[in-house]
């Protein structure tokens, strides 16, 4: 863990199967589900997102696709 927002990995483990791999992405899913942990918690701003996270454009259009799926049912 990097931060205090990092998921464990038992909490990993039983959220990864919503997060299935298979996309062209080549970021790690979990390290973009770390990053949006990471916004939520510090309310920092996307492009103030630390450097050892995905690219904040990368973090944003993760977060984003997921709430359309979210809504979408």
Do not use: H
Request: aromatic letters at 16%.
């Amino acid at each position: 863990m990097r931060y205090t927002s990092d998921l464990t990995d038992e909490q990993w483990e039983q959220i990864k199967e919503y997060f299935p791999a298979g996309n062209k992405s080549k970021y790690d899913k979990r390290d973009l589900v770390n990053a949006v942990l990471y916004l939520v918690k510090t309310g920092c701003q996307w492009r103030n997102l630390p450097k050892d996270f995905p690219n904040w454009k990368a973090v944003s259009m993760f977060y984003y696709r997921a709430q359309k799926k979210r809504s979408m049912g």
